[in-house]
Structure formats: C-alpha cells, structure tokens
C-alpha cells in the first residue's frame, strides 16, 4: 500500500514538471503539451510541443524529451526510464516510445480523436511489437484538460 502511494506521488511530482513544460509551450502559441522523461528519479529529457515554432511536424513534447535524453546519453535506447507526458501519446509518439525501449509511459489527460494507447487503441498491446511498455494514464488529469481547454478558448 505504501509503495503505490510512494508511486503515486512521484507520478505526480514529475507531471507537474511536464505541465510547467507545457504552459512555455502555451506562451509561444503552441498547443500546451509537455512532457519529461525519467531515470532512476532525475530528469533526463524535457520538452513540449514545438511544431509551430520549429516548423517541424514531429516536434511533440514526447519527441523533444525523448531526443533531449538520448542526446545527453549518447544512446538511442532509453532502457529503465519513465515519460511523463500531459496528453496521451499519438501513433507517432507511441512508435517512438517503443523504438527508444521507453519502460513505462504515464500520461494525464486523455486525447480523445488521436489517443493511441487508450482513446483510439491500444497500442503497446499490439503483439507484432518486441518491447511492452507498462501505461498509467488519468495522472492530474484535470489540470491538463484545463490548460488545454483554457488555451482553446483562448485561441476562439
């Protein structure tokens, strides 16, 4: 009981900082998405959606942190590390997050019209892929959808 409280709390620890990464995302007009990835309790890799600013359809928050990380590693594998993310993972995202071998995935909000591995599919349970990725969504849900409702309103 302890333990899940301890993860518990550290999942919310470490959204929050992904949602810090959205809201700089959200100041320079870009859809507010952040995320982080972690190993063995630190930071490794940031981002937020940037495809606006660096005219790059790839730049989701998730590719950022996952490209920030395998830079400062020096490998492409990201064995034994967590990504927290403020949306759920697209197709896209969720391909990367199996190639770089991404241990778990914990997301907050869910994406209704794009969601890959919950809202329109399962993918880290497709059994053509050779890594499984362990999924915890729903994690300061709230606060993700808020931001991302107050951004869209905003843009209205």
């Known amino acids: 009981m302890q333990e899940q409280s301890d993860q518990q709390a550290q999942d919310e620890f470490f959204m929050?900082?992904?949602?810090?990464l959205a809201e700089q995302g959200a100041?320079?007009?870009?859809?507010?998405?952040?995320a982080v990835l972690v190993q063995n309790g630190e930071v490794?890799?940031?981002?937020?959606?940037?495809?606006?600013?660096?005219?790059?359809?790839?730049?989701?928050?998730?590719?950022q942190a996952i490209r920030d990380a395998a830079t400062r590693l020096c490998n492409y594998r990201l064995?034994?590390?967590?990504?927290?993310?403020?949306?759920?993972p697209c197709h896209m995202c969720a391909g990367l997050i199996v190639h770089a071998r991404i241990a778990r995935?914990?997301?907050?909000?869910?994406?209704?019209?794009?969601?890959?591995?919950?809202s329109q599919g399962c993918f880290f349970a497709q059994p053509f892929l050779n890594h499984r990725v362990v999924m915890t969504g729903g994690v300061l849900a709230?606060?993700?959808?808020?931001?991302?409702k107050n951004f869209f309103k905003a843009r209205r």
């Open 16 to 20: 929050r900082k992904a949602l810090c």
């Open 27 to 34: 100041a320079l007009g870009e859809v507010p998405v952040g």
């Open 44 to 63: 490794i890799g940031r981002g937020f959606n940037s495809p606006i600013t660096l005219n790059d359809p790839s730049a989701h928050a998730e590719v």
């Open 79 to 88: 064995p034994g590390t967590t990504l927290y993310v403020t949306l759920e």
């Open 105 to 118: 995935v914990v997301f907050a909000a869910n994406e209704p019209r794009a969601g890959a591995v919950a």
């Open 142 to 148: 709230q606060e993700s959808a808020q931001l991302l």
